[in-house]
């Protein structure tokens, strides 16, 4: 069983149902809507701002606030990619094709990490591009230092989330456990330890938060985070492997 | 050629399939029958390797299913018509498929010919009958052109032209020297498909034979003879002729008589000798469906028990009188299945399995031994309608 051809076959697959389609472009319009909307809020408020909260201004971070809402269609994504094969029974169809269950879902997960990258970035980009051309005169060059790197990192952010909610999904299988659990610990539970000062401390080493580090150019007065932006992304990378890896583990182990 | 070999899979307490071993072979349609609940369908899946045996294995053409170099060119199966992506439509369905084992999109456009889809093609699947969802399964099965084939119940909610070419799609597919492997619950269907029989009942082998072998171990063809209804005496002069003639005669509910162990000339004979006119006297050849439900009666799981409708009946007025319902002679009768006649050898090859000799057998319960000499026909129905009201 050639891997190239799994790889062709999850292409037809996941071009072929609409929620593909429904939650990558969902988003991408949350992540780039809300940043030009914050962006705008920005500038306005820039004059009334403390001299401490002007230091710490960030352009390019501003300008990816629509990431908060954004991933949430990214795990939505992730989660549909691999959980459809479960809901459908199409699984049984799946594995009887291609026995070698890890090519089934590596393949699969390689297929829908690529496009979620392409989208990812191409949003981030975007986000980038709009966010700036709203902040006016406080806006960042794209030129400057660690900003290019901020918006790339963007990209693979938004990415990392999407293979992130695939590797639970595979231990999951359900396509409602796997939303009910990844939808509040990412919109509500990480903030809340994030923003809680007696659990910051672990809460900044959860994925999204380890991860949003890749998007900052300037670091927030006083920050006294134990990583820069690369160590950030490698947390997140981490916590990636691992959901992957039970994932896949409890693949070959189960019964279909 | 499928083989299984003291195949056994436990979940938890549970065992589905236990010590079973039995032979696919190539060039004719096997039929795979059991009550619900039996084992079928977890042993279609573990001959697909999609669930792992607790012990024992099951090979294809000798190779374990997850061993075959490209297995979709070799094995095609339909295991459930419902498990397809709604939102996809059919042809990309299967266009999946084929581009996982190399097979080129014209095949796609084949199958969904043979089948019969080419007009929905490019329709979403959510909108499919179930009987339109089987066309498409079979279509993925027979996708890989492979020579070993599974079909987990492919007949359900097809249409009467449907089953017709089911039919035949299965013997051409034997013809053509492949092996066929079928689960289906119609009897009726079966018997005109199927050459072969593997039988199981609560996860263990009840048969393994050719349909003709299995009809005739389990069923006792019987004559039918009734004699003139305003002469009972008639009745009895010939019931007692017939027995003193080494026969087994059994009364039925509508007055006739059940002959067994006679042939039909030697009834008429007898008849004569003993000057009773008969007033019919008929072959009665056993079906496929008769001789399952005679062998699997007692390993069914879920068997209905008769509606009581308690507190849901209305309230008679005073005086009246419950009308009591006396069934039709002949009709409604819950059918009692005589047991097999006894085998010549002495021994009952086909009664329900003796535990293995050494291993432990998970259902020690004594299995329902048919009894020797025919006792007289007991419908079983009435029984449950004996037992005292719930005191509800």
New interface residues.
């Given amino acids: 069983m050639a891997a190239t051809q799994v790889l062709r076959s999850e292409w037809t697959k996941i071009r072929s149902v609409a929620s593909t389609v429904w939650t990558l472009s969902l988003a991408a319009v949350l992540t780039i809507a809300l940043g030009v909307l914050i962006s705008i809020l920005s500038r306005n408020e820039f004059k009334n701002m403390s001299v401490k909260e002007q230091m710490g201004f960030d352009p390019t971070f501003i300008s990816f606030a629509g990431m908060s809402l954004g991933q949430l269609a990214m795990i939505v994504f992730g989660v549909l990619v691999v959980s459809n094969e479960y809901s459908t029974g199409m699984i049984r169809t799946s594995l009887a094709a291609v026995p070698q269950r890890g090519t089934f879902l590596f393949s699969k997960i390689a297929v829908a990490t690529l496009l979620a990258f392409v989208v990812g970035l191409a949003t981030s980009f975007i986000a980038f591009f709009l966010g700036q051309a709203m902040l006016g005169s406080y806006k960042a060059q794209i030129g400057d230092p660690g900003v290019l790197r901020a918006v790339i990192g963007g990209g693979l952010y938004m990415t990392l989330i999407a293979v992130f909610s695939m590797g639970v999904a595979s231990m999951l299988r359900s396509p409602m456990l796997s939303l009910g659990i990844l939808m509040p610990f990412f919109f509500l539970i990480s903030n809340i330890l994030g923003a809680v000062s007696a659990t910051k401390k672990i809460g900044r080493f959860l994925p999204d938060q380890a991860g949003s580090k890749i998007m900052q150019v300037v670091p927030p007065v006083g920050d006294d985070t134990p990583y820069g932006p690369w160590g950030g992304l490698l947390i997140m990378v981490i916590w990636v492997v691992v959901a992957l890896f039970f994932g896949y583990l409890l693949l070959k182990k189960r019964d279909a | 050629m499928i083989e299984a070999v003291g195949l056994t899979k436990r979940y938890g307490a549970k065992t589905a399939v236990y010590n079973l071993s039995f032979q696919v072979r190539p060039g004719t349609v096997t039929g795979f029958l059991g009550p619900n609940g039996s084992g079928k369908s977890t042993t279609m ?1 573990m001959i ?5 045996p607790t012990t024992g294995q099951v090979t294809i053409g000798g190779y374990p ?2 061993k ?5 060119r070799q ?1 095609g ?1 339909l ?2 018509a ?8 059919a042809r ?2 299967l ?8 097979i080129p999109a014209r095949r796609v456009d084949e199958v969904l010919g043979v089948v019969g889809l080419q007009d929905v093609a490019k329709k979403r699947s959510k909108g499919f009958s179930l009987g339109m969802g089987q066309r498409l399964g079979i279509a ?1 099965a027979l996708l890989g052109d492979p020579q070993v084939l599974l079909f987990d119940e492919p007949v359900n909610g097809l249409d009467p032209e449907g089953i017709l070419w089911v039919r035949n799609l299965m013997k051409q597919l034997a013809s053509e020297g492949r092996t066929v492997f079928v689960s289906s619950h119609l009897m009726s269907e079966m018997a005109l498909t199927a050459e072969h029989l593997i039988v199981i009942g609560r996860g263990q082998l009840l048969a393994d034979m050719s349909v003709r072998d299995f009809i005739s171990h389990n069923s006792a063809d019987f004559a039918r003879v009734r004699t003139p209804a305003t002469e009972p005496q008639q009745r009895e002069k010939l019931t007692a002729a017939l027995t003193e003639a080494g026969g087994q005669v059994l009364p039925e509910q509508d007055g006739a008589l059940r002959v067994m162990g006679l042939p039909l000339p030697r009834i008429s004979d007898l008849a004569h000798g003993a000057d009773v006119r008969l007033w019919e006297l008929s072959p009665h050849q056993a079906s496929l469906e008769e001789a399952y439900m005679r062998m699997t009666q007692g390993a069914v799981d879920y068997r209905s028990t008769a509606d009581q409708r308690a507190g849901l009946q209305q309230q008679l007025p005073p005086g009246v009188m419950p009308q009591q319902q006396f069934p039709a002679p002949g009709q409604g009768q819950p059918d009692w299945y005589a047991p097999p006649p006894p085998q010549p050898q002495g021994a009952q090859p086909y009664a329900p399995p003796q535990p293995a000799p050494g291993g432990p057998n998970p259902y020690a319960a004594p299995p329902q031994q048919p009894p020797t000499a025919p006792a007289a026909p007991a419908a079983p129905a009435p029984a449950d309608l004996n037992k005292p009201e719930d005191p509800r």
Avoid: T
């Fill in positions: 899946r697909l390797g999609l669930d792992q299913y997850r075959l170099s490209n297995a979709p094995v199966a295991l459930d419902k498990a397809v992506h709604g939102g996809r439509h990309n369905h266009l999946c498929l084929a581009q996982l084992s190399g993925a």
